[in-house]
């Protein structure tokens, strides 16, 4: 994916984008070798420089952020809704040269466990179904269940789009009429798990994933809060779909504008000093006189 050079570079911390347009007409910068041009666009593989330096290529391309997100029922995931209603965007934090891709989707009246991240190509790793990623939810069933039930839902049950089944099913206790049951499945069709009790009779009345592949829904952690996923996570989320994990962060170059002031003021200092001290003991000379 190509980008605006001078958004580039100014993401890196390397000027305001202003001062690199300059840079550009002043033919400071060159791409691959060439003098870049107003409106170049640029991709991460390409050798950029500035006044000759290299710009390290962990400036160009930040590393990807993946984001934990608990959704709360009554929310949407598209950016924005005809009806007005809240969307899982309102919350994250913003972002500054990218944009939050959400992984997968949840229904309006299902709670739990939204993974968001910049890297477009995790993504869809993690949506395709030739993944089989786990996805594991906590379903709170009214009614009485059957080993023949439970059964059922194992072996496969037909919906309109095609068979279905749990992969796992565990039962996680409850009372009176309320059972918890926590089930597993590896795709994620429209309403599946609803619609999937519902074939054997059962309705369900709360739905909450608190399992993706191998993220787990934090214990304790309340809905409408985001957390990001600490590098071991990350790590581990991009071998379990085939991807090398990004590298670990650098420290961040200084602009150069800064450093090049820096350098300056040095140079002015070291050049000032020898008269400074000529002047001081210029003037201890007159006092003894």
């Known amino acids: 994916m190509s980008e605006k050079l001078q958004k580039v570079l100014a993401r890196a911390g390397l000027g305001s984008r202003r001062q690199i347009e300059r840079w550009i007409e002043e033919g400071r910068i060159t791409i691959d070798g060439q003098p870049a041009t107003l409106g170049a666009r640029v991709t991460p593989h390409q050798a950029l420089r500035v006044d000759g330096r290299m710009v390290p290529a962990h400036a160009i391309q930040p590393k990807p952020r993946i984001l934990i997100y608990h959704k709360p029922e009554g929310e949407v995931c598209t950016r924005s809704d005809p009806q007005g209603r809240p969307t899982v965007f309102d919350k994250l934090p913003a972002l500054r040269g990218a944009r939050w891709i959400t992984v997968g989707r949840l229904d309006y009246n299902t709670s739990g466990l939204l993974l968001f991240t910049t890297d477009g190509e995790l993504a869809n790793r993690l949506m395709h179904p030739s993944r089989e990623i786990e996805r594991e939810y906590a379903v709170r069933v009214l009614g009485k269940i059957s080993d023949e039930m439970l059964a059922r839902l194992k072996e496969g049950v037909m919906l309109e789009d095609g068979p279905a089944h749990f992969d796992a099913i565990k039962d996680a206790g409850g009372a009176g009429a309320n059972r918890w049951y926590h089930v597993t499945l590896k795709e994620g069709r429209n309403r599946e798990v609803r619609r999937l009790w519902e074939a054997v009779g059962v309705q369900v009345s709360r739905l ?18 985001t957390v990001e996923l600490d590098d071991a996570a990350a790590a581990a989320l991009y071998e379990h779909v085939g991807l090398k994990p ?8 200084k602009p150069l504008a800064a450093k090049r002031a820096r350098d300056q003021g040095r140079k002015r200092g070291r050049a000032e000093t020898p008269r400074t001290e000529s002047r001081r003991r210029g003037g201890r000379t007159d006092r003894r006189r």
């Open 208 to 225: 909450m994933r608190i399992r993706f592949g191998p993220v787990q829904l934090p214990p304790h952690f309340h809905t409408g809060r």
């Open 246 to 253: 990004p590298s670990p962060p650098k420290p961040k170059t």
